[in-house]
Structure formats: structure tokens, C-alpha cells
């Protein structure tokens, strides 16, 4: 079975950075798409960034700027690099993986951003 496995996040102030790992367990180019999403309490689900197994990249108009998504493709892993972080960032982040036939996600890794 595919697995996804993040890591990072946490707590951090405005202004600040925070990075997220997701390890995939295997190639990360075998999926059509790797891309983070977010959802805080109450609101619906939100696609952050995602880059494609052709490197193409899309960022949602709140990250473009201060988040960058990237690739180590030797490890299998997938960052969202976070900076200049908002309040507003504060949510739980999903890394997921996509095929023609199927959706992976990760287990989620808490955000948090304080004023």
C-alpha cells in the first residue's frame, strides 16, 4: 500500500517559518501530482500548492509568495516550506498523492500561528 508519512510543523509566531516533510513510500514521480492541503475548524478543505511529476507548480493565491513546495526525489520526500507566516496559515496540513485511479493522504500535522 502506499503510505505518506509527515512530519514538521508545530507552533510558531507571525512573521516566522515552519517546514513540512512528507515521505512518500515510494517514488514520488509515480503520482500524477503531490500537493499539500489545509483545513481549519469550520472551513472547507483548501488546496495550498501542488507540483506534478512534470514539475509543473501551483500555489493558491494565499501561499504565492511565502510558501515554496519542492522535492528531494532521492528520499522520496515532499516539502512546503513556510515563511512570513499569517494567523491565518493556522490549520491541519495534508500532504496527499495522486494517480489516475486513486488518492493517498497523509495522517495530517497540525499548524499553528499566533499573533
Not at 508545530?10 to 516533510?21: I, K, M, N, Q
Not at 507566516?85 to 495534508?94: C, F, G, M, Q, R
Amino acid at each position: 500500500q502506499v503510505r505518506l508519512v509527515q512530519s514538521g510543523g508545530g507552533s510558531e509566531r507571525a512573521g516566522g517559518s515552519l517546514s513540512l516533510s512528507c515521505v512518500a513510500s515510494r517514488s514520488t514521480y509515480s503520482f500524477d501530482a503531490i500537493a499539500w492541503y489545509r483545513q481549519a475548524p469550520g472551513k472547507e478543505r483548501e488546496l495550498v500548492a501542488s507540483l506534478s511529476s512534470g514539475d509543473e507548480i501551483y500555489y493558491a493565491d494565499s501561499a504565492k509568495g511565502r510558501f515554496t513546495i519542492s522535492r528531494d526525489a532521492a528520499k522520496n520526500t515532499v516539502y512546503l516550506q513556510m515563511n512570513n507566516l499569517e494567523p491565518e496559515d493556522t490549520a491541519v496540513y495534508y500532504c496527499t498523492a495522486s494517480t489516475r485511479w486513486d488518492d493517498f493522504w497523509g495522517q495530517g500535522t497540525q499548524v499553528t500561528v499566533s499573533s
